[in-house]
């Protein structure tokens, strides 16, 4: 079964201070992909970024960076210089590349708030 | 492409009775979902399709939910009777699927459920 787990539960920092999401998986799969999604205050689900288990580079884009670790288990996200729009809630998500297997598990989210 | 559509946005009704919710995906996409947000169980998948066919409705909560897709742009989520657990917001959210090489789900806005 897969699981997607977020232990930090909500975070607060100051504008501009650098911050980092966590995301642990578990999946029996060798062929998977992982996902973060952000929940503005308006509600609405805004997909960030797919990688798939064969490609472990990092990815960097704007202030925003990604760190994929098949050994941990785990694909943190990095907002740098963060700002007040940054708020949200950061969901990570996981679905297994079962044949037909198209649906997503998401973890319980990370309630970021930025303080101006 | 507007994205995907959901109506309505809000809905209030009263238990017993019947909600129906409403969502047109991205023009090509060959996946739908259904999830349901709330506070207690996070987001949850309650059904998917593929070409217009529900392959996992294994997520639906029970009977009183059911779920229709009669053609490529259109699909209803609806609960009879309703009841006040279901009070939560319903997304709706489509994908091309992993076959063409993308495999990230792009949502509606959401349909937030009052039932009281």
């Known amino acids: 079964a897969q699981k997607v787990t977020q232990a930090q539960t909500e975070i607060s920092v100051v504008e501009k201070e650098d911050v980092t999401l966590d995301c642990v998986y578990e999946?029996?799969?060798?062929?998977?992909?992982l996902f973060w999604y952000k929940q503005p205050p308006s509600g609405e689900l805004v997909f960030l970024i797919r990688r798939n288990s064969f490609d472990e580079q990092n990815e960097i884009s704007g202030r925003y960076s990604w760190n994929f670790q098949k050994s941990t288990s785990s694909f943190n996200f990095t907002i740098t210089a963060s700002q007040v729009v940054d708020s949200a809630v950061y969901f990570c998500?996981?679905?297994?590349?079962?044949?037909?297997?198209?649906?997503?598990?998401f973890g319980t989210g990370t309630r970021l708030t930025i303080i101006p | 492409d507007a994205g995907v559509i959901q109506s309505p946005r809000h809905e209030v009704t009263e238990m017993g009775q019947e909600v129906t919710l409403r969502c047109k995906p991205i023009?090509?996409?060959?996946?739908l979902f259904w999830y349901r947000q709330t506070m207690m169980r996070g987001l949850e998948l309650l059904i998917y399709f593929n070409n217009n066919v529900p392959i996992d409705d294994s997520g639906m909560p029970e009977d009183r939910f059911s779920a229709k897709m009669p053609n490529a742009s259109f699909s209803t989520l609806k609960i009879q009777p309703s009841e006040p657990r279901d009070s939560a917001v319903y997304f709706c959210?489509?994908?091309?699927?992993?076959?063409?090489?993308?495999?990230?789900?792009?949502f509606g806005q959401g349909t937030r459920l009052t039932v009281v």
């Open positions: 999946t029996r799969d060798t062929t998977y992909y």
């Open positions: 959210a489509s994908s091309l699927g992993r076959s063409l090489g993308n495999t990230e789900a792009f």
């Open positions: 023009s090509g996409h060959d996946y």
């Open positions: 998500a996981l679905s297994e590349a079962n044949f037909g297997n198209e649906k997503l598990t």
